[in-house]
C-alpha cells in the first residue's frame, strides 16, 4: 500500500508564493527509485503536467512556469517539494501529487491553491 499526503495548499495574493509538500509512505513503492510529478487541475479544464522529478533527480517543467515553479526531492523524508512563485491568478488550481514506478503509480488527495485578491 502507497499513500501520499499533501500539504501546503492555501490562499494566496498575486505575486506571492507557497510551497506544496508531498509526503509518500508505504511498501508498495521504493521511493528513492520512484519518479515524482505534480500535476494541476482547474475547474472545466483539463489535467496539466506541471513538473517531474525523476529517481536521478533530473526535472522537467511545463514551459510557461519556468523560471517560477521549482521541484525537488528530499529522499531522506521520502517528500516532493514544488516552490511556487509570483502566483498568478491563472495559477489556481488543484494540484496533485503522482508518484511513479516502472509498472504503477498512485495519485495523492490534491491540496487547493487558490491565487486571488
Known amino acids: 500500500q502507497v499513500q501520499l499526503v499533501e500539504s501546503g495548499g492555501g490562499l494566496v495574493q498575486p505575486g506571492g508564493s507557497l510551497r506544496l509538500s508531498c509526503t509518500v509512505s508505504?511498501?508498495?513503492?521504493?521511493?528513492?527509485?520512484?519518479?515524482v510529478a505534480w500535476y494541476r487541475q482547474a475547474p472545466g479544464k483539463l489535467r496539466e503536467l506541471v513538473a517531474t522529478?525523476?529517481?536521478?533527480?533530473?526535472?522537467t517543467y511545463a514551459d510557461a512556469l519556468k523560471g517560477r515553479f521549482t521541484i525537488s526531492r528530499d529522499n531522506a523524508k521520502n517528500t516532493v517539494y514544488l516552490q511556487m512563485n509570483s502566483l498568478k491568478p491563472e495559477d489556481t488550481a488543484v494540484y496533485s501529487c503522482?508518484?511513479?514506478?516502472?509498472?504503477?503509480?498512485?495519485w495523492g488527495q490534491g491540496t487547493q491553491v487558490t491565487v486571488s485578491t
Open positions: 522529478i525523476s529517481s536521478a533527480d533530473i526535472s
Open positions: 508505504g511498501s508498495g513503492i521504493i521511493f528513492i527509485f520512484a519518479r
Open positions: 503522482n508518484v511513479a514506478d516502472l509498472s504503477k503509480s498512485y
